[in-house]
């Protein structure tokens, strides 16, 4: 049986929540206001997916090898 890709996921998930992160900063910067708290609860949702996850992987692991 093939492992799914639980590892190319979260990495994918955590660079696009990170992304999004960094342009919620710029926006701040550059006076776009009403647009930072949307791309920040994308960002912050991006990287809880990406931690739960990493956490559906550890169990696959450890279902798999009992």
Do not use: C, H, I, N
Request: hydrophobic residues 45%; without cysteine; charged residues 10%.
């Amino acid at each position: 049986m093939r492992q799914p890709p639980f590892a190319s996921l979260s990495t994918a998930l955590a660079a696009l929540g990170t992304a999004l992160g960094f342009l919620a900063v710029q926006l701040r910067t550059d006076g776009y206001e009403q647009y930072v708290e949307s791309v920040a609860t994308a960002s912050v949702v991006m990287l809880t997916t990406a931690s739960l996850t990493v956490v559906s992987w550890v169990r696959y692991r450890q279902m798999s090898s009992d």
